[in-house]
């Protein structure tokens, strides 16, 4: 177990949770001159680590741009290109989703949007689909600005930065032992300012936010390989996706599942994905891993960013499901602005939204 810094040290914030979240967060603040101690434990929860990392503008049933686009996308690009730069690799591949066409209708409807008021819908209709030889449509056009973050890349690297320059250790977080005094934190012999809980769905455990209606979401994706799909950088959406991963390599994605909630990949959700796969692809193709993970999504469909209605000083980041990418670097900087410049975090992702109801 890591516990480097750990004896009798004093830090601006203890953060708990290492996913998407508390990664985006903890290098947030420290960008922004902070000191962190992050407490997570890795294999608790894998959502993030199995995660494709997708940022889509673009709501498909309506063909609108997703709650903040405009603003979020923008942020992310300079968030991640960052954080490239100072881990010295790649993170992020930015690509366009591929649309296909099933109905004259739907194509339309989709001409129309691009002409009036979606920018982050390609105007130019395609043929000639790059996805299977069998595989037809009349025609397909692309999301613009989409594209995708290499998840447990990022989390990894995260994780050695913060081994190597800050403070990080390797446990579960036994909320029992945290001590809330009127200026500051205790956890075991760790002395904070503040607190942060980005502890995803295993948030139903925090004594501190377990009245926040969580709607937690389990996902299950595939690998596969195949010398067949001709698929190599954008990524294919009908009702599920296919991004290519180099060396022939595919992840396919993803289920909803809001009954069993946990990491364990079930033979009806592989069946599910191999189903809706078999439609779009004849060729030959092997699976090479199936994985599961819980989203952690909120009953509003909206994050949780700010402070405990009851303590100032402790705080949570989480509720940003199967948007992560696109929402933590955004609201991570508005946190930070809160508490360098009392800025006023968005209202709808505020905790007290629910205190009435608690």
């Given at each position: 177990?890591?516990?480097?810094?750990?004896?009798?040290?004093?830090?601006?914030?203890?953060?708990?949770?290492?996913?998407?979240?508390?990664?985006?967060?903890?290098?947030?603040?420290?960008?922004?001159?902070?000191?962190?101690?992050?407490?997570?434990?890795?294999?608790?929860?894998?959502?993030?680590?199995?995660?494709?990392?997708?940022?889509?503008?673009?709501?498909?049933?309506?063909?609108?741009?997703?709650?903040?686009?405009?603003?979020?996308?923008?942020?992310?690009?300079?968030?991640?290109?960052?954080?490239?730069?100072?881990?010295?690799?790649?993170?992020?591949?930015?690509?366009?989703?591929?649309?296909?066409?099933?109905?004259?209708?739907?194509?339309?409807?989709?001409?129309?949007?691009?002409?009036?008021?979606?920018?982050?819908?390609?105007?130019?209709?395609?043929?000639?689909?790059?996805?299977?030889?069998?595989?037809?449509?009349?025609?397909?056009?692309?999301?613009?600005?989409?594209?995708?973050?290499?998840?447990?890349?990022?989390?990894?690297?995260?994780?050695?930065?913060?081994?190597?320059?800050?403070?990080?250790?390797?446990?579960?977080?036994?909320?029992?032992?945290?001590?809330?005094?009127?200026?500051?934190?205790?956890?075991?012999?760790?002395?904070?300012?503040?607190?942060?809980?980005?502890?995803?769905?295993?948030?139903?455990?925090?004594?501190?936010?377990?009245?926040?209606?969580?709607?937690?979401?389990?996902?299950?994706?595939?690998?596969?390989?195949?010398?067949?799909?001709?698929?190599?950088?954008?990524?294919?959406?009908?009702?599920?996706?296919?991004?290519?991963?180099?060396?022939?390599?595919?992840?396919?994605?993803?289920?909803?599942?809001?009954?069993?909630?946990?990491?364990?990949?079930?033979?009806?959700?592989?069946?599910?994905?191999?189903?809706?796969?078999?439609?779009?692809?004849?060729?030959?193709?092997?699976?090479?891993?199936?994985?599961?993970?819980?989203?952690?999504?909120?009953?509003?469909?909206?994050?949780?960013?700010?402070?405990?209605?009851?303590?100032?000083?402790?705080?949570?980041?989480?509720?940003?499901?199967?948007?992560?990418?696109?929402?933590?670097?955004?609201?991570?900087?508005?946190?930070?602005?809160q508490l360098q410049n009392n800025y006023n975090i968005d209202p709808e992702v505020a905790p007290d939204r629910f205190k009435n109801k608690a």
């Amino acid at each position: 177990m890591h516990q480097q810094k750990r004896n009798n040290s004093t830090v601006d914030f203890i953060i708990v949770g290492q996913g998407i979240a508390g990664s985006v967060l903890s290098l947030s603040l420290v960008k922004a001159g902070y000191s962190v101690c992050v407490i997570n434990k890795s294999n608790l929860s894998v959502s993030s680590k199995i995660a494709a990392g997708i940022w889509n503008p673009v709501v498909f049933k309506r063909l609108t741009k997703s709650w903040l686009a405009d603003e979020l996308i923008p942020e992310l690009l300079s968030f991640y290109h960052y954080w490239e730069t100072e881990f010295h690799t790649t993170l992020i591949h930015q690509r366009h989703i591929i649309k296909p066409f099933t109905e004259e209708q739907e194509k339309n409807l989709w001409l129309k949007k691009s002409a009036n008021e979606n920018r982050f819908l390609d105007s130019i209709l395609y043929e000639h689909l790059p996805i299977d030889p069998h595989y037809s449509v009349s025609s397909y056009s692309k999301v613009l600005q989409a594209g995708n973050l290499d998840v447990a890349h990022f989390i990894e690297c995260t994780q050695l930065f913060l081994k190597e320059k800050h403070s990080y250790i390797e446990e579960e977080f036994d909320y029992h032992q945290l001590i809330v005094e009127p200026r500051e934190i205790a956890y075991h012999d760790i002395k904070a300012n503040q607190i942060i809980f980005c502890d995803g769905h295993l948030i139903s455990k925090n004594p501190l936010f377990n009245w926040i209606p969580m709607k937690p979401a389990k996902g299950e994706t595939l690998t596969i390989h195949s010398t067949h799909i001709t698929l190599t950088q954008d990524i294919f959406n009908k009702g599920f996706f296919i991004m290519p991963l180099g060396n022939d390599l595919f992840k396919i994605g993803a289920t909803y599942e809001w009954e069993e909630l946990n990491d364990t990949p079930t033979e009806k959700g592989k069946a599910e994905l191999i189903k809706k796969l078999n439609a779009v692809i004849t060729s030959p193709y092997t699976v090479i891993s199936h994985d599961a993970g819980v989203r952690p999504s909120v009953i509003d469909r909206r994050p949780v960013v700010g402070n405990h209605p009851d303590y100032k000083h402790i705080y949570i980041f989480n509720g940003l499901g199967t948007k992560a990418v696109m929402l933590a670097p955004y609201f991570a900087k508005q946190l930070v602005d809160q508490l360098q410049n009392n800025y006023n975090i968005d209202p709808e992702v505020a905790p007290d939204r629910f205190k009435n109801k608690a």
